[in-house]
């Protein structure tokens, strides 16, 4: 693997192929964005191209050196990763990577650590890293990688070079799909519009039903009546009270409020990502005005947005079916 075999993420290794041309690679960054969104693969790769035997001549990692290969296996001595220990990242853990730092890399040009989820460092685990990061060593590079940064002290977030990841588009997270898992492009497609943008949330949903699951949800929006209130709320405890389960629900809805969107402005059903249930999302896009579906669009939005924040599920639930425009 090397930078070439990265979906997305094109600005991020620029910069990055920059600064290694420029020999003026950073001590210390911090990776942050949405989970498994190709952070740390990415973190991989630069640990690889730092320390890869041709990378000097093509600032890319070649895949067929010693220390690629190594790097690849797992088992390179110079590559760390360090993760929590149950709940959090302890102090310890921190400590181990002060005494490595005192040593000169064993076989690479740089010693790499990457911590992982670096927002669960602990208090002591914390402040321990930023005496680190206050005198910082020329043969070692530190990559803090969480989707949360705003819960990492200021002081640690000062210190490092922060790289923001966005989500992948859909067709990013497709081609992915399509190319690395030979899926169907329809389906590809369906599980890349509810991923949000998360390759590794895409390859999760495949492993569920969530191709029936959707069936019934787009089953159960046709059946659901305005003008029945038992019918809304029948709609609304449909999505039930895992939250994991709410957040594919809305996503399903998404799609299909998308979709309705499109159809009514081309009148195409080629660009439907609910290709399987065109009659449906025409017959949506017919009934309902523009401004209708974008309203349910925000609607969906704000329930979700309501729901990550443990607000009462059953009552956001109820309160967004029966402001839907159906």
Do not use: W
């Amino acid at each position: 693997m090397s930078f070439l075999d990265i979906y997305g993420h094109e600005k991020q290794i620029v910069i990055l192929k920059q600064a290694l041309a420029q020999h003026r690679v950073g001590h210390s960054y911090l990776f942050s964005g949405i989970d498994a969104a190709g952070k740390k693969t990415l973190a991989l790769e630069f640990a690889k191209v730092v320390n890869c035997e041709k990378a000097d001549e093509i600032h890319d990692s070649c895949g067929e050196c010693p220390a690629c290969l190594k790097i690849n296996r797992h088992n390179h001595p110079d590559i760390f990763f360090i993760e929590a220990e149950g709940q959090f990242i302890r102090i310890n853990a921190i400590r181990d990577i002060q005494e490595q730092m005192t040593f000169k890399p064993m076989e690479g040009r740089r010693r790499v650590f990457v911590i992982d989820n670096a927002d669960k460092m602990n208090d002591q685990a914390a402040n321990a890293l930023l005496k680190t990061l206050e005198e910082p060593s020329p043969a070692n590079i530190l990559i803090l990688v969480t989707a949360k940064p705003y819960t990492l002290p200021s002081t640690i977030i000062s210190r490092c070079r922060h790289m923001r990841f966005n989500p992948l588009s859909i067709d990013t997270v497709a081609k992915f799909l399509i190319e690395r898992m030979n899926m169907e492009k329809k389906k590809a497609l369906l599980l890349a519009s509810l991923s949000g943008g998360s390759i590794g949330q895409a390859l999760e949903l495949n492993k569920d039903d969530v191709i029936a699951y959707r069936t019934e949800t787009l089953k159960l929006l046709a059946n659901t009546k305005k003008s029945e209130p038992l019918s809304l709320l029948a709609f609304a405890s449909f999505f039930g009270q895992d939250k994991r389960g709410i957040k594919q629900g809305f996503n399903i809805l998404k799609t299909c409020f998308r979709d309705a969107l499109v159809y009514k402005e081309t009148n195409n059903d080629q660009m439907l990502i609910n290709q399987d249930n065109s009659s449906f999302i025409a017959s949506l896009a017919l009934r309902l005005s523009g401004e209708q579906i974008l309203r349910n669009i925000a609607l969906v939005e704000k329930a979700a947005e309501t729901i990550e924040q443990n607000v009462n599920k059953s009552l956001t639930l109820e309160t967004m079916a029966f402001k839907l425009h159906l």
